[in-house]
């Protein structure tokens, strides 16, 4: 597609509840990100995939969450047993090697 | 954690006035970038600035980099309402440059 898809939009979920966000790149970038941006911030870097490797899970707050990308397209973050300090807009980005990130609209979750 | 930190926090101007708002960094960067932000959406990159740069232009948009004063400034001219929106800085730094750091961005407001 034109840009990156990201899915849902919104979500909803209740504490201790799994939840899964879906990230469509742009067809053909390599790179893949995925941030996390609380209210009123800037995003924080979680992970980052080249194809399907992931090169950099640094960012992760605790091993609840987990990202995979497994055929060098569709990415998904995947978050266990909730809490409320997961309530953020998670957003997915691609790029190519050329530089400047091509951000998806985001996923915003609130727990509660 | 976030490495930029945008001044001002917010900035309310009249339509066809020019905005400026400025970056500190902490690090050496290999490069800085800017992005906009409307509510509830994702991010768009709007320019790149290498740290061999002293300064580029698009369309409206001037950057300029200081790497001896760790910042940057971003001046908006002649401003319209569409470019109402949160405005980040972004670094790269190092080996990992494809890890963005941002800041807690700058609020601009348009008022027709």
Redesign the interface.
Known sequence: GAG?S?SPRYKVAKRGQDVALRCDPISGHV?L?W?QQAL??????LT?FQNEAQL?KS?LPSDRFFAERPEGSVSTLKIQRTQQEDSAVY?C?S?TPL????????T?LTVV | S?Q?EEDPQALSIQEGENATMNCSYKTSIN?L?W?RQNS??????LI?IRSNEREKHSGRLRVTLDTSKKSSSLLITASRAADTASY?C?T?HGS?D????????TTVTVRA
């Open positions: 990156v990201q790179s990100f941030y009123g911030q800037g995003p924080e870097f980052y950099d960012g957003l980005a790029s530089g400047g990130y091509t951000f998806g609209s985001g915003r | 976030q930029g490069n970038q992005y509830g959406r994702g991010l768009v990159h790149l980040f972004a790269a990992n494809y890890k963005l750091s941002f800041g807690a961005g």
